[in-house]
């Protein structure tokens, strides 16, 4: 196995395309020949190797003026012409509509396509559409990477039979850093502002904790996704009135020096894959509480009281209480703060790239 292609819709910021470019550059590290074929450019990119091969197959203008049907079909000859003229070891598709595609655009070649899960399956994957899909078409993976357990089991025995879950690499700037013997009176949460990462309930949640320790402040670090949550929570927090202790700090180039002093991080998501953001705050030897979502990314590294608290999701008072907590007893937070700083034993770049890489030379040699 020598060369690799990635596909996905961009490498705009979010989970899936954070794993894709740091995979992408430990292959390429490693000696690979590293292929990412994206539908589309996106504004605000992550950044990647310059030994990678990047190339948009999407629609071009021509393509983009036809009728529907006409682009569905466009987008899989597109992908499968590329796809020939690389002549790849194997194609990894991220994400659900990159997933269809890849298995569409290959029938009939020898390419194997491992198609991966990073989001939770209830709600994504159990349209009419998808019902008739996934049986059809994922029973021609090569194999597939899930996150967590849960996703796993929602799809068919013959999938699961070949398939692996890996967590998802923690950038190795957030390993390793020294835990503060002092730290700030500030709760922090990063992500992107959108509405499934339901900042509201956090936000809620800690007006309620700022009564009893004054003192506290919350940062909500991440951008802007544009689908009208940050302007939600600008009105949350001037209803509130908490435009002195809650701030919505935007996105940073420079977390693991932003966060590192905070006295816990918090996080409220109601649905999540596996979230990189709770795994980079462990890293750090940050006291974490997360809320118990599906596709349960949270409970997969959280043992509750050991190294995090999990709460329920949407309960604010529970929320409330869990960081109350850990303001209250700084040394069971630093205890579990401590214990959390082991998942990069777990996740290091290093060894999840070990794992992807022996799960596709299995494939590949199968």
Not at 89 to 116: C, E, H
Not at 128 to 150: H, M, N, S
Request: aromatic residues 8%; charged residues 25%.
């Amino acid at each position: 196995m020598k060369k690799i292609i990635f596909h996905l819709n961009s490498l705009e910021k979010g989970g899936a395309e954070r794993v894709v470019s740091n995979l992408a550059g430990q292959f390429v590290a490693h000696g690979y020949e590293v292929y990412i074929a994206t539908e589309w450019q996106g504004e605000d990119e992550y950044e990647i190797d310059p030994a990678i091969h990047r190339v948009n197959v999407g629609l071009t203008p021509e393509q983009e003026n036809a009728n529907r049907i006409s682009q569905f079909v466009a987008r899989r000859l597109n992908l499968r012409k590329y796809i020939k003229k690389v002549q790849p070891d194997v194609v990894i598709a991220f994400a659900k509509k990159a997933n269809y595609r890849a298995l569409t655009a290959t029938i009939g070649t020898r390419f194997p396509v491992v198609i991966s899960v990073r989001a939770t399956p209830v709600g994504c994957y159990d349209f009419p559409a998808d019902k008739l899909q996934i049986p059809v078409l994922f029973r021609r993976a090569a194999g597939c990477v899930f996150q967590t357990q849960e996703q796993k089991e929602f799809f068919p025995v013959q999938l699961q039979q070949k398939s692996r879950i890996i967590l998802n690499p923690i950038n190795p700037r957030f390993i390793g850093n020294p835990i503060p013997a002092q730290r700030e009176k500030v709760v922090v949460h990063f992500g992107r502002i959108v509405d499934f990462k339901n900042q509201k309930m956090l936000i809620r949640a800690f007006y309620a904790v700022h009564k009893k320790h004054p003192e506290y402040c919350l940062k909500i670090y991440g951008p802007d996704s544009h689908d009208g949550t940050w302007q939600e929570l600008e009105a949350l927090i001037d209803e509130l009135g908490a435009g002195a202790f809650i701030y919505l700090m935007g996105g940073s180039n420079q977390l693991e020096k932003d966060l590192i002093g905070a006295a816990l991080a918090a996080f409220s998501s109601d649905v999540e894959g596996m979230p990189n953001a709770l795994l980079e705050a462990m890293a750090l030897g940050l006291p974490v509480v997360s809320t118990d979502c599906p596709s349960g990314g949270p409970r997969m590294v959280i043992t509750h009281e050991e190294n995090g608290l999990l709460v329920p999701v949407g309960d604010a008072v529970a929320m409330e209480s869990a960081i109350n907590r850990l303001i209250e007893h700084p040394d069971f937070a630093d205890r579990l703060g401590r214990k959390a700083a082991e998942i990069g034993n777990l996740a290091g770049a290093d060894k999840i790239f070990g794992e992807w890489e022996a799960y596709l030379k299995e494939i590949c040699d199968r």
